[in-house]
């Protein structure tokens, strides 16, 4: 069964107009989902709506309220919260060119694949993919999706073009008061030598399948476990001892040299200069002869 549209409209640049469709880019990975049953009698635990001091009550007298000071609420309706969605306009006006670094990794939110919406809307689509791709710009612009308007980039992938909804400056929280306590100090050339070996000898191509939630990975296992242990208990298997941290440079010199060792291989001790061969004791001096 073919994909279905997220969204379907155009994008605009100046005075041109590129139908296209937007696709999910992602999708929600296995997960293991636990409900919470009553033991004694096996049944699901169900939960009701209720008010203190009033108990369970009716759905329809429940409404939306926001919290303006503490214990105190106003009430909204559906209909008024519809009332100031904003409304959906099917097209994508890109107002901004910058380039792709300009972007903190931290205003990325969700992407989508754009794709042209048919064979006539290809050719612009196409013009305006290898655009972005030569001047190495990502499009900015904002786009109303199911009654939120989001900020969007736009930049080349592949064939296609890569959408991706950015969160406002408002959502992300600023660096500076996480890291302002970290001491501004150069680090030991040796250990930077050393941890630069490490990482160019560890680097290979991305391949995300290689990957996977081991959390998830061991709990299928664990519920596999249980059933074949018919509801009985499961000895946990036995976690390995974490690694003792060293507090000096002494530790992380050691640490980051025998990262550097390959499997199986001891470390090859330093150099020492060759010791000098001992002198030659001098001949004992002859005597001489009485006269």
């Known amino acids: 069964m073919a994909a279905r ?30 409900h919470q049953i009553h033991e004694p009698s096996g049944k699901r635990i169900k939960y009701e709506k209720v ?11 429940i409404r939306k309220g926001f ?4 214990g105190h609420y106003v009430l909204l309706d559906e209909s008024e919260i519809d009332a100031v969605k904003v409304e959906s306009k099917k ?20 992407p989508y694949y754009v794709v042209p919406a048919d064979d006539l809307a290809e ?15 990502v499009g900015l ?16 992938c592949g064939r296609g073009i890569v959408l991706e909804t950015l969160r406002y400056s408002d959502e992300v929280n600023k660096a500076q008061s996480y890291f302002r306590d970290i ?6 050339e040796e250990l930077l030598d050393l941890a630069e070996t490490l990482i160019a000898k560890k680097t290979a191509p991305f391949k995300p399948d290689q990957f996977h939630d081991r959390y998830v990975d061991a709990l299928k296992a664990l519920v596999q476990k249980k059933l ?3 509801g009985g208990k499961v000895a946990p298997e036995p976690e390995e001892e974490a690694p003792k941290r060293g507090g000096n440079v002494v530790d992380l010199m050691a640490a980051l040299k025998k990262s550097l060792e390959k499997p199986g291989e001891t470390a090859k001790p330093a150099r020492k200069p060759a010791a000098k061969a001992p002198a030659k004791k001098a001949a004992p001096a002859k005597k001489r002869a009485a006269g």
Do not use: C, N
């Open 5 to 34: 549209a997220y969204w379907q409209g155009q994008i605009r640049l100046a005075l041109v107009s590129i139908p296209v469709e937007l696709y999910s880019a992602t999708k929600s990975g296995a997960q293991i989902q636990f």
């Open 183 to 188: 001491a501004d100090t150069k680090p030991d």
């Open 51 to 61: 008010a203190p001091g009033v108990g369970p009550v009716d759905p329809e007298d």
């Open 141 to 156: 612009g904002q786009l109303t999706l199911r009654g939120r308007e989001y900020i969007i980039s736009l930049k080349p």
């Open 123 to 137: 050719e612009a689509f196409v013009v305006l993919r290898e655009a972005l791709k030569r001047t190495k710009k």
């Open 67 to 70: 919290e303006y000071e503490k």
């Open 91 to 110: 097209t994508l006006e890109l107002t901004q060119f910058v380039d792709a670094h300009e972007i903190d990794v931290l205003y990325f939110e969700k």
């Open 228 to 230: 074949k242990a018919k």
